[in-house]
């Protein structure tokens, strides 16, 4: 989509915004808010730019003869960019945001990344690759090691875990408990550990996805923290926004089964894994845990594809937490996108290179 965005010019960007305002709007509309700006726009320079927004699937086209009115598609709304911060100075029940869960949304989850982020992406994979070639085999125990230390922390930290990187180390390398923490926290962060070393255990049974096997992780995330284990039950309310997930486990079981089933199709690893945990985390399958299902899930299949892992170490728990209730609100991945994006580079920069 990065580079079509590049292919418009300075009237079509302008009916985008004013779609983006409208929502839906005949021909005619259109035409006299454009003539305001620009009094030499006629009627077939604007049919010419829907039918060129028409093909980029930037917009859709609903309605028949003087009916016809154009909507924004789905698409560009999963991809357009966002100015974050302004949305996030409205309170969460002024924001104006989808509150349920969309049915449709695993149909449009198609080129997400442009064509300069799949060639960035596959360069940093081909850079890892050469990486983990040279490095003995003691090193990479300690890289990984390494890693594990630094997810466990700052997963943990997003969930709100008060554990420092240096306690976690010590917890995670010498069992030694920090004082001053509940038990829960540093469970919370063993089970990470324990997760990981799961899956790398199993590396290339997470070529494909089942709900069996997000059920695992999630059981092995979560053990002794007092959450039920399987999918949930009852409604749950999310922290910070409106958002409702689905609340019958036979639709939760139903979404969950078809995202499994739209990742497994997908041929982008990448995609697969940035879908997976945003689904994850917008159905919320479990009583609690998701996102860190999500995040051990995505980086399972990064794994069982032979690409460096994700620890998250220099995202910013509010930044996170942002893109995923974006993602919830307007199901807009732009952001989330970004972040995976800038924290795979960060991996691959960081860890498992040569001294």
């Not at 490095?135 to 890289?143: A, S």
């Not at 990984?144 to 554990?163: A, D, H």
């Not at 299949?301 to 930044?319: D, F, K, Q, T």
Request: glycine share 4%.
């Amino acid at each position: 989509m990065g580079l079509k965005f590049n292919q418009l010019n300075k009237r079509q960007e302008e009916i985008l915004t004013i779609l983006d305002k409208k929502k839906n709007i005949s021909v005619s509309e259109l035409i006299i808010l454009l003539i305001k700006k620009d009094k030499k726009v006629s009627r077939i320079t604007v049919v010419r730019d829907l039918n060129k927004l028409l093909k980029f699937n930037f917009i859709k086209r609903t309605g028949r003869g003087r009916g016809v009115i154009y909507q924004l598609s789905e698409q560009y709304n999963l991809l357009k960019r966002f100015d974050v911060n302004n949305y996030f100075k409205i309170g969460p029940d002024q924001r104006n945001a989808k509150k349920s869960y969309d049915f449709n949304l695993l149909d449009i989850f198609k080129d997400i990344f442009t064509a300069e982020e799949k060639n960035r992406l596959q360069q940093l994979v081909s850079e890892y690759r050469e990486n983990i070639k040279k490095l003995p085999v003691d090193n990479f125990k300690r890289e990984f090691e390494r890693l594990v230390i630094e997810l466990s922390w700052k997963s943990s930290s997003i969930e709100g875990n008060t554990y420092t990187l240096l306690e976690t180390e010590s917890l995670i390398k010498q069992n030694k408990l920090a004082q001053g923490h509940k038990k829960e926290e540093s469970t919370m962060i063993l089970n990470h550990k324990k997760t990981l070393d799961y899956i790398r255990k199993n590396t290339s049974a997470f070529k494909k996805m089942t709900v069996a096997k997000l059920e695992d992780i999630h059981f092995l995330l979560t053990e002794g923290l007092g959450i039920a284990r399987g999918l949930r039950k009852a409604p749950v309310g999310i922290t910070g926004t409106a958002y409702r997930p689905l609340d019958n486990i036979f639709q939760i079981r139903e979404a969950l089964e078809k995202t499994c089933e739209a990742i497994n199709k997908e041929k982008n690893v990448f995609i697969k894994a940035v879908v997976l945990m945003v689904m994850i985390a917008y159905i919320q399958p479990f009583d609690d845990g998701n996102k860190r299902t999500g995040r051990l899930s995505a980086n399972a299949i990064l794994m069982a594809y032979n690409i460096c892992p994700l620890s998250y170490r220099s995202v910013s728990e509010e930044e996170y937490k942002k893109a995923v209730i974006l993602f919830y609100e307007q199901n807009n991945i732009s952001y989330f996108k970004d972040l995976f994006v800038e924290q795979f580079e960060f991996a691959v920069k960081n860890y498992f290179r040569s001294q």
